[in-house]
């Protein structure tokens, strides 16, 4: 069984990285296998370093109440999230991305997860031109595995490599 620890990621240029806390990782990982056999996913919240080259989870959210799941898909729904990340940004926390599950698969990024994470990035309403993509994949009770991606605006996507500690 894979250890559940903090975990840290950057581009392989270095330019960008993402920082998530084994209690993050734990959240996700709970709301992995209460769904079972079906995806789920949820919003990646949190803040910048001051030179916004790493993105630090500090809230995952499971999913809204109005989203929609099967055994290969996911639709996060909307409901509440928008309250959710107004109380976030008063306390300076920001929309950083997204995050989903692919139980019993790879965490690969579908062309459906590439299109809308690039709309995300070209929409002014996420405030996020770099949203990142984060897919747990594998046997969530087991050898689970991450992929994390970053959408930069006007880029081709970068893999995030796990550094190992």
């Known amino acids: ?27 996700l990982l709970t709301f992995c296998r209460q769904a079972g056999p079906r995806e789920t996913g949820g919003l990646l919240i949190g803040r910048y370093s001051a030179h916004r080259d790493l993105a630090v989870v500090s809230h995952v959210t499971g999913p809204a109440r109005d989203s929609m799941a099967g055994r290969t898909w996911f639709h996060r729904g909307v409901a509440g999230l928008q ?52 897919i747990v994949g ?3 009770w087991g050898e689970w595995t991450l992929r994390a991606r970053v959408y930069r605006r006007g880029e081709e996507p970068q893999d995030m490599t796990e550094e190992s500690k």
């Open 1 to 27: 069984m894979r250890e559940v620890r903090k975990l840290t990621f950057h581009t392989k240029d270095r330019r960008f990285g993402l920082v998530l806390s084994k209690e993050r990782l734990s959240e």
């Open 138 to 140: 594998g046997n969530l």
């Open 83 to 134: 309250d959710l990340l107004f109380q976030r940004w008063r306390q300076q926390e920001y929309y950083l991305g997204e995050w989903h599950s692919h139980p019993g698969a790879e965490p690969v990024p579908s062309g459906i997860d590439a299109d809308q994470m690039r709309s995300i990035a070209c929409s002014p309403g996420y405030h996020c031109p770099e949203p990142i993509l984060l």
